[in-house]
C-alpha cells in the first residue's frame, strides 16, 4: 500500500515545525506574478546574532518571522520554471546569496510549488 495524499500532507506539516538554523546569508519571500507568468523571489540580507535570531544589518532590530515587516530586498530573482530561477540564483549569481544547503535544498522545494500553483492557478503560500 503506498501513501495517501493525506499521508503526504501530515509528513510535511510535521516536517513544517522542525527547528530551522538561519542562514546568514539572508532570506527570500517568494511569490507569483501571475499576469507576467513568473516566479519571485525577494532576497533580503540579515545578520545572525549570538542567540540565532536574524537581524537586519542596517537597524540591528530582530526580523519577525511572522508579520509585515517594512525592509527593502537586496535583489529581485524572478524565472518562468523553477529550474531556470535556481540556475540564477545557485549558478549565475557570484557570489551564491544562499550560504548553506538546507536553505537551498528548501527554496527548491518552494521553487516548485510555485511553479505547479502557478502552472494550476492553485495558490501559493510559502511554506
Given at each position: 500500500?503506498g501513501l495517501?495524499?493525506?499521508?503526504l500532507a501530515?509528513?510535511?506539516e510535521k516536517?513544517s515545525?522542525?527547528?530551522?538554523e538561519?542562514d546568514p546569508?539572508?532570506?527570500?519571500?517568494?511569490y507569483?506574478?501571475?499576469?507576467?507568468?513568473?516566479?519571485c523571489?525577494?532576497?533580503f540580507?540579515?545578520?545572525i546574532?549570538?542567540?540565532?535570531?536574524?537581524?537586519d544589518p542596517?537597524?540591528?532590530k530582530v526580523i519577525p518571522?511572522?508579520g509585515?515587516v517594512?525592509?527593502?530586498h537586496?535583489?529581485?530573482?524572478t524565472?518562468r520554471?523553477?529550474?531556470?530561477?535556481?540556475?540564477?540564483?545557485?549558478?549565475?549569481t557570484k557570489?551564491?546569496?544562499?550560504?548553506?544547503?538546507?536553505?537551498?535544498?528548501?527554496?527548491?522545494?518552494?521553487?516548485?510549488?510555485?511553479e505547479?500553483?502557478?502552472?494550476t492557478?492553485?495558490e501559493?503560500?510559502?511554506?
Amino acid at each position: 500500500m503506498g501513501l495517501k495524499l493525506e499521508d503526504l500532507a501530515a509528513i510535511d506539516e510535521k516536517l513544517s515545525l522542525r527547528h530551522l538554523e538561519l542562514d546568514p546569508g539572508g532570506y527570500f519571500i517568494i511569490y507569483l506574478d501571475r499576469e507576467s507568468g513568473l516566479i519571485c523571489a525577494k532576497h533580503f540580507t540579515n545578520v545572525i546574532d549570538e542567540r540565532g535570531l536574524a537581524v537586519d544589518p542596517e537597524t540591528g532590530k530582530v526580523i519577525p518571522a511572522r508579520g509585515k515587516v517594512e525592509r527593502t530586498h537586496t535583489t529581485l530573482f524572478t524565472g518562468r520554471t523553477a529550474k531556470e530561477l535556481c540556475v540564477h540564483i545557485f549558478e549565475q549569481t557570484k557570489p551564491c546569496p544562499v550560504t548553506q544547503l538546507d536553505h537551498a535544498a528548501y527554496l527548491g522545494r518552494e521553487f516548485v510549488r510555485a511553479e505547479v500553483a502557478l502552472l494550476t492557478g492553485q495558490e501559493y503560500v510559502q511554506d
